[in-house]
C-alpha cells in the first residue's frame, strides 16, 4: 500500500461547480497535511496547510482532515478556469522527517 | 520576497553526458530539497540539506548523482554521466525548518537524447 494516495484524475467540472479532491494515507503518525497546487510547467504552490482533524478554509478553499479515518479532502467553491491545474497532497510526521506527495489529481474547469 | 530561484529551466543534453542544476532558496531559509519529478506523478526527494549538512540522501544515485551547498545557501545538483531514465523536473524546495511548508522552484525541465 503506497503511503500517500489520490484519485489521478483528470476531473472536468463546469464552472461555478464544487470541486471535491480526496486524499488517503495509510501512516497514522503523519501530523501535518498540505494541499499544493500545480500548474502545467510551474513548481507546486501551497495552497493550505493544517496540522488537527476539522475544517480549515481560505477564501474558496477549504481543506478537511480526519485522522481516525486517515483521510483528507480540499474543497473549491465557486470553481474558475483559473483553477485548472494539479492538485497535490502532501502529509509530514514530525521534524526531520520527509514529505510524502500523493501522485496529485488533474482538475480541468470548463468555461 | 523573492522566491526559490532555479536555473536553467531547460536543459536538452546526450546521454553519457554531465549536466548541473542550480537554486538559490529564499533568504534565511535553513532547509533546502532536491526532488525530481516524472510526468503525472508527485516529487519525489532526492536529497534534503539542514544549512550545509545533508541530512538524508537515501534516495540520492550517488554513482551518478552529487550535490553540494555551499556555506549553507545556494546548492548544485549534478548528474554524471546522464542516463536516459534521467529525464524529468527537477525542483528544487526550501523551509524554514524541517516540518515546515516547502516553497519551490519552477524547476529545471531535463531532456536525455
Redesign the interface.
Known amino acids: 500500500q503506497k503511503e ?1 494516495e489520490q484519485d ?1 484524475g483528470p476531473l472536468s467540472v463546469p464552472e461555478g461547480a464544487i470541486v471535491s479532491l480526496n486524499c488517503t494515507y495509510s501512516n497514522s503518525a503523519f501530523q ?1 497535511f ?1 494541499w ?1 497546487r500545480q500548474y502545467s ?6 495552497l493550505m ?1 493544517t496540522y488537527s482533524s476539522g475544517n480549515k478554509e481560505d477564501g474558496r478553499f477549504t481543506a478537511q482532515v480526519d485522522k481516525s479515518s486517515k483521510y483528507i479532502s480540499l474543497f473549491i467553491r465557486d470553481s474558475q478556469p483559473s483553477d485548472s491545474a494539479t492538485y ?1 497532497c ?1 502529509i ?1 510526521g ?6 510524502v ?4 489529481t488533474r482538475l480541468s474547469v470548463l468555461p | 520576497e523573492a522566491g526559490v530561484v532555479q536555473s536553467p529551466r531547460y536543459k536538452i543534453i546526450e546521454k553519457k553526458q554531465p549536466v548541473a542544476f542550480w537554486c538559490n532558496p529564499i533568504s534565511g531559509h535553513n532547509t533546502l530539497y532536491w526532488y525530481r519529478q516524472n510526468l503525472g506523478q508527485g516529487p519525489e526527494l532526492l536529497i534534503r540539506y539542514e544549512n550545509e549538512e545533508a541530512v538524508d540522501d537515501s534516495q540520492l544515485p550517488k554513482d551518478r548523482f552529487s550535490a553540494e551547498r555551499l556555506k549553507g545557501v545556494d546548492s548544485t545538483l549534478k548528474i554524471q554521466p546522464a542516463e536516459l531514465g534521467d529525464s524529468a523536473v527537477y525542483l528544487c524546495a526550501s523551509s524554514k525548518a524541517g516540518n515546515q511548508p516547502q516553497h519551490f522552484g519552477d524547476g529545471t525541465r531535463l531532456s536525455i537524447l
Not at chain 1, 94 to 99: H, T
Not at chain 1, 101 to 104: I, L
Open positions: 500517500v489521478p501535518y498540505m499544493y510547467r510551474k513548481g507546486p504552490e501551497l496547510y497535490l502532501v509530514n514530525d521534524y526531520g522527517q520527509n514529505f506527495f500523493g501522485p496529485g
